[in-house]
């Protein structure tokens, strides 16, 4: 009997979740693994490189043109793509009316309901930017996710987003059974930013799965809508993804309840590693201008 594992790629918006977690099941698919994707956000653009569209046609887009959810069949919101990947997108409604979130909370009862998840290995989400509110949480809120990977950078706002999900996760952690199964930093060249992903990665109670060089054949693979994996499955790049992939795979089980920090506490990582000037950092030199 399969044993599906479900998790779910969280992170600030632009900081390459999708991509990241696209490429990541790509090469879990390479591995023998059935899998399907649940694009949590409304632009519908979670499932497009290994769908090689531009955007899926999604749950609640086609639910508003028939009349009802209940209407819809299974293989009019499931779409298969490289290596048989299995692709649905949640969608939402129009911007500024009503809450996105409601389309992840349809999508993924109707999913459940109609058997989608029956024989899959894996079930991912992508869920929208650093929201863990409302339909946003609902892969945490009801167990749907197992385990939770907070895609991350050494930038100031992705580490206080990463810290911000890390809190959502307590929330529903100590009720339930979701984990945190790691930090996973997608390389943007700031200042030691290895070292400071692993020293948050600790600070959360976590372990950095992986750094995600930054390389060139990403944006060449998704002008072509493909995944690295799939564009240049030879290239060092691709090698990485497959790297993620196997980490993750071997990681069934070893989730954590994360310890999220203050504010105060990740300022002091971020002076500790020389990001921020601390008070007398500043007044030596404004002192020495002066001078």
Do not use: W
Not at 105 to 110: C, D, K, L, P, V
Not at 155 to 161: F, H, I, N, T
Not at 174 to 193: F, P
Not at 250 to 265: H, Y
């Amino acid at each position: 009997m399969t044993v599906t594992r479900q998790i779910a790629f969280y992170g600030k918006g632009g900081i390459g979740k999708s991509t990241t977690s696209q490429n990541t099941l790509a090469a879990l698919a390479e591995m023998g693994q059935k899998i399907l994707i649940v694009g949590c956000d409304p632009k519908a653009d979670s499932t497009r490189l290994i769908l090689h569209a531009k955007a899926q046609d999604t749950v609640l887009g086609m639910a508003a043109e028939i009349g009802a959810v209940e209407d819809l069949e299974l293989d009019q919101v499931v779409k298969v793509g490289y290596k048989d990947i299995n692709c649905v997108e949640a969608g939402g409604p129009e911007p500024g009316v009503g809450c996105a979130g409601r389309g992840v909370i349809t999508a993924i009862n109707f999913l459940e309901e109609e058997g989608a998840y029956e024989g899959m290995d894996y079930i991912s989400y992508d869920v929208l930017g650093d929201v863990v509110c409302g339909g946003f949480a609902m892969p945490i809120r009801e167990n749907k996710a197992q385990e939770i990977y907070i895609v991350m950078s050494g930038e100031m706002m992705a580490m206080y987003a990463a810290n911000n999900i890390a809190r959502g996760i307590l929330k529903y952690a100590t009720t339930g059974s979701v984990r945190l199964g790691g930090l996973i930093c997608n390389e943007r060249q700031t200042d030691k930013e290895l070292e400071l992903a692993e020293a948050l990665a600790a600070k959360l109670n976590t372990k950095l799965i992986h750094f995600v060089p930054r390389d060139n054949v990403v944006q060449h693979a998704e002008l072509r809508r493909m995944t690295v994996v799939e564009y240049a499955p030879d290239s060092k790049q691709a090698g990485e993804y497959r790297e993620l992939a196997q980490k993750i795979h071997a990681n069934v089980g070893k989730g954590t309840i994360p310890t999220p920090i203050s504010m105060d506490e990740l300022e002091e990582l971020l002076m500790e590693f020389g990001i921020i000037p601390d008070e007398n950092e500043e007044l030596i030199g404004k002192a020495a201008v002066a001078a």
